[in-house]
């Protein structure tokens, strides 16, 4: 059977998304299919493939089709179906099928197979958006070792990245600042910037997606760029009224052990007038006990030049504490799984204890992310938390709207 080309994967899937119909493809990968190429020539690997589609063809119904469309990957169009969730009975009856060896040229072998399913008109409007809602859910497949992932829901993430792009270089994305209040002197000492999107055509895109996206997709180094120069702009007409305020910018876990940033830093800071002790640089637990060695070094880098480092959404990830004892950080940023309902569950008060105690202990900085009511703000101070954060002190606003509110 020869290879299909993608119009004519394209023409197998007419007809697929007409309306009030439902229908599906499932990617049938091959995995390890190169290895076997190596091991018994290209003559028994291909044969092989072709046994495979053979009898995947012999388990579905009468109008299925299937198609040849890579060296390792086969097509699976499951027309009139009477929902997604039979094409995945679909997929499952395949994948039991090769529970079995399949004979190829006199010896027997069991394929491996990751398989990925996209429905119309659940996950994908058009054949096209099918065909890429099926690759990513076979990619993920084969990235986690599955025999079946089923696509997500509607999902163009494919497309938002370029607008992202475009986004970055328009300039469409803007900053809000969140005060961060001293517990004791109930006094603003800092803000943390955070990005926002708002397209013209989407409307409001939530931080976690683009964030997300940017880290995936290489454009975290340009979101980051972005942001310290916008913000410090912006933070150095914050700070013309109020000298002392300092200014937290989040640093992806993709660029914080960059080269080159601690100098893209100290450049923004120059440009905009902020002296580095005014600058905060966020990184989360996570990100720095990945490689807590390497990121040791990259902090004690930034530190250097003057500007502070906070662990931030700390309580998620798991330190350890041999570790955090070698980062040059100032301040320890409790998480706001904890904060929010602590005032609710004795024990997730403990944590909150433990770990301010933790930070102090540390000669850290105390501070408290999303304090959402009072009773949370006089239990804090009761622990002698530093600082806090959230939205009963005051929500992420804009430029104008901070100096509006809070000068
Ligand atoms: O990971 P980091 O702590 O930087 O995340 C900050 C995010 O938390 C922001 O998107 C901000 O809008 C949100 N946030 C800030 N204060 C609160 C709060 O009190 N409650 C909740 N649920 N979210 C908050
Ligand atoms: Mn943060």
């Known amino acids: 059977m020869r290879s299909a080309s993608y119009q004519a994967a394209l023409e197998a899937c007419e007809g697929l998304c007409t309306a009030g119909k ?13 290895q076997l190429t ?17 009898r995947i063809r012999e388990t579905l119904r009468p109008g299925d089709i299937v198609l040849r469309t890579g060296d390792s990957d086969l097509l699976v169009v499951l027309p009139d179906l009477i929902n997604v969730a039979h094409g995945e009975l679909a997929a499952q009856r395949i994948a039991r099928e090769f529970e079995h060896p399949v004979a190829v040229d006199g010896r027997l072998m ?65 900053v809000a600042f969140q005060p961060l209040v001293h517990l004791r002197e109930r006094r603003i000492v800092a803000v943390e910037a955070l990005a926002r999107w708002h397209s013209p ?19 975290a180094l340009d979101l980051t760029r972005w942001s310290i120069n916008a913000t410090l702009r912006e933070f150095s007409q914050l700070r013309a009224r109020s000298p ?31 002296p580095a002790e005014s600058l905060t640089l966020e990184v989360t637990e996570t990100a720095v006990m990945e490689d807590p060695e390497f990121s040791a070094l990259a902090l004690k880098q930034l530190h250097s030049t003057g500007v ?18 070698h980062f040059p950080a100032s301040e320890l940023k409790i998480d706001q799984i904890f904060v929010t309902p602590m005032v609710r569950d ?38 002698h938390c530093d600082a ?20």
């Not at 028994?44 to 072709?50: C, I, P, Q």
């Not at 996209?118 to 890429?132: E, I, M, N, S, V």
């Not at 895109?205 to 454009?219: C, D, K, S, Y």
């Not at 806090?388 to 000068?407: E, I, K, N, S, W």
């Open 22 to 34: 439902t229908s599906a493809l499932l990617l049938v990968h091959v995995r390890r299919y190169r």
């Open 38 to 54: 190596a091991l018994l020539g290209f003559p028994v690997a291909d044969h092989l493939l072709d046994n495979i589609a053979v």
């Open 110 to 174: 069991t394929p491996l197979l990751s398989m990925g399913l996209c429905g119309f008109p659940d996950h994908g409007q058009t054949p096209q958006a099918l065909l890429r809602g099926a690759t990513a859910a076979v990619d993920q497949a084969m990235a986690n070792g599955r025999r079946l992932v089923v696509a997500g829901p509607f999902n163009d993430d494919a497309l938002l990245v370029d607008e992202l792009r475009d986004a970055l270089s328009n300039n469409e994305l803007t």
């Open 201 to 219: 055509q989407r409307g409001p895109i939530a931080p976690q997606r683009f964030v997300e996206l940017a880290e995936q997709t290489g454009l």
């Open 244 to 274: 002392n305020l300092r200014c937290a910018i989040n640093l992806s876990p993709k660029v914080f052990t960059q080269s080159g940033l601690v100098e893209q830093v100290s450049a923004a800071l120059q440009i905009w007038g902020v």
């Open 308 to 325: 502070r480092i906070a662990i931030d959404d700390f309580g998620q990830g798991n330190s350890s504490f041999t570790y955090l004892q």
């Open 346 to 383: 004795r024990r997730t008060a403990q944590l909150v204890r433990a770990m301010i105690d933790l930070a102090h202990h540390l000669d850290m900085v105390a501070v408290a992310e999303g304090v959402e009511d009072a009773a949370v703000c006089d239990a804090l101070l009761d622990m």
């Open 388 to 407: 806090a954060q959230g939205y009963h002190l005051g929500r992420p606003v804009d430029q104008a709207t901070f100096a509006a509110t809070y000068f």
